[in-house]
T-cell receptor
Framework: RKEVEQDPGPFNVPEGATVAFNCTYSNSASQSFFWYRQDCRKEPKLLMSVYSSGNEDGRFTAQLNRASQYISLLIRDSKLSDSATYLCVVNTGISNFGNEKLTFGTGTRLTIIP | DVKVTQSSRYLVKRTGEKVFLECVQDMDHENMFWYRQDPGLGLRLIYFSYDVKMKEKGDIPEGYSVSREKKERFSLILESASTNQTSMYLC?????????????FGPGTRLTVL
């Protein structure tokens, strides 16, 4: 099983719709979770961290389900500018030198259609 | 604003050449990273530096080495480039080793090895 797994999509969604995608992780001890956004031919940028209680930032809501080991991202009232690849990021262990290890998912591609 | 810069956006090299990829950050971050990004495989960590002259292997260090002589600069070295090292290379920096700190990425270097 992959450490971090995402549905690659593509998700093609009409403007104004609500879209949600999940990311599953294999290490039950993982403590830190993030969503990054990557525009075409650009570098990834942090969209939001995911907190245990769930968190919201405008039209974006992130949820964590520890029992089933997944995180989710919900986008409401989608805009054309939301078209991007969304990367799930999870800390997946501790290295030999005591550094936390982050693992990136392969990303979910989202296209918002006018 | 944090800025992470990479020496080249596009690079074409021949098999067997020694290749240097340079990364500079201007926010006094302790941690710096080198990733490669390939379609269907996502971002994979090559090497990580948690302080000057300190480095740690990531998931795919074979064929690569790194150097961090100054805090702001982290270099990735391909000792003898091979065609399977054709990829997008992304550098990132983070304030310190706690994972809830955001990683800031550079614009990437697309390396082609012929």
């Amino acid at each position: 099983r992959k450490e971090v797994e995402q549905d690659p999509g593509p998700f093609n969604v009409p403007e104004g719709a609500t879209v949600a995608f999940n990311c599953t992780y294999s290490n039950s001890a993982s403590q830190s979770f993030f969503w990054y956004r990557q525009d075409c031919r650009k570098e990834p940028k942090l969209l939001m961290s995911v907190y245990s209680s769930g968190n919201e930032d405008g039209r974006f809501t992130a949820q964590l389900n520890r029992a089933s080991q997944y995180i989710s991202l919900l986008i409401r009232d989608s805009k054309l500018s939301d078209s991007a690849t969304y990367l799930c990021v999870v800390n997946t262990g501790i290295s030999n030198f005591g550094n936390e290890k982050l693992t990136f998912g392969t990303g979910t591609r989202l296209t918002i259609i006018p | 604003d944090v800025k992470v810069t990479q020496s080249s956006r596009y690079l074409v090299k021949r098999t067997g050449e020694k290749v240097f990829l340079e990364c500079v950050q201007d926010m006094d971050h302790e941690n710096m990273f080198w990733y490669r990004q390939d379609p269907g495989l996502g971002l994979r960590l090559i090497y990580f530096s948690y302080d000057v002259k300190m480095k740690e292997k990531g998931d795919i260090p074979e064929g690569y080495s790194v150097s961090r002589e100054k805090k702001e600069r982290f270099s990735l070295i391909l000792e003898s480039a091979s065609t399977n090292q054709t990829s997008m290379y992304l550098c990132a920096s983070r304030l310190e080793r706690l994972t809830y700190n955001e990683q800031f990425f550079g614009p990437g270097t697309r390396l082609t090895v012929l």
